[in-house]
């Protein structure tokens, strides 16, 4: 039996199962989302994604379904730009659900803190003067703001 002779299983039976198969690796993504932005040199890639010359040279040979060396530069095939668009679209879904979540917290702040507004109001109303109780209102009201924006911004900060 020859050595490292692939399986069955791993041989690719079409143009499809290597586009696949290449993607699973993520310095291959990387490569496909450094040149998302334009066409670059081998140095600037290699600077980009901060790898050495032979792992770069050795994925870039893999990759000659997708990318396509024209003098001194590499672009994108037509399988590039549409492995782009499936990593783009991916990345895109993957932050969608983070701010879904984000804004779920953020709902659910601003929601408690005007509850709050809602009730402490009648209590202030009730226990001062009008006019005293107009600049407590205020007070309250610009704490519970302040309350509610720090609390946002924490969110924001976790979650995006």
């Known amino acids: 039996m020859i050595r490292n002779q692939p399986k069955p299983e791993e041989i690719p039976t079409s143009k499809e199962d290597e586009i696949f198969k290449l993607l699973t690796h993520p310095t291959r993504r990387n490569i496909i989302k450094a040149l998302g932005e334009r066409d670059l040199t081998f140095s600037e890639i290699q600077k980009n994604l901060e790898?050495?010359?032979?792992?770069?040279?050795?994925?870039?040979?893999?990759m000659n379904a997708f990318v396509i060396q024209k003098k001194s530069k590499y672009s994108f095939s037509e399988i590039g730009?549409?492995?782009?668009?499936?990593?783009?679209?991916?990345?895109?879904?993957?932050?969608?659900?983070?701010?879904?979540?984000?804004?779920?917290?953020?709902?659910i702040v601003s929601y408690a803190c005007w509850v709050i507004?809602?009730?402490?109001?009648?209590?202030?109303?009730?226990?001062?003067?009008?006019?005293?109780s107009i600049f407590i209102f205020e007070i309250a009201?610009?704490?519970?703001?302040?309350?509610?924006?720090?609390?946002?911004?924490?969110?924001?900060?976790?979650?995006i």
């Open 51 to 62: 790898i050495d010359s032979p792992t770069l040279s050795y994925h870039l040979k893999s």
């Open 81 to 107: 730009r549409a492995a782009l668009f499936l990593l783009t679209k991916t990345d895109q879904s993957i932050k969608m659900s983070r701010y879904r979540r984000y804004f779920l917290y953020v709902y």
């Open 117 to 132: 507004t809602g009730v402490i109001t009648p209590i202030i109303m009730l226990f001062y003067s009008i006019g005293l």
């Open 141 to 159: 009201l610009n704490v519970i703001a302040v309350v509610n924006m720090s609390v946002i911004g924490f969110l924001k900060s976790r979650y």
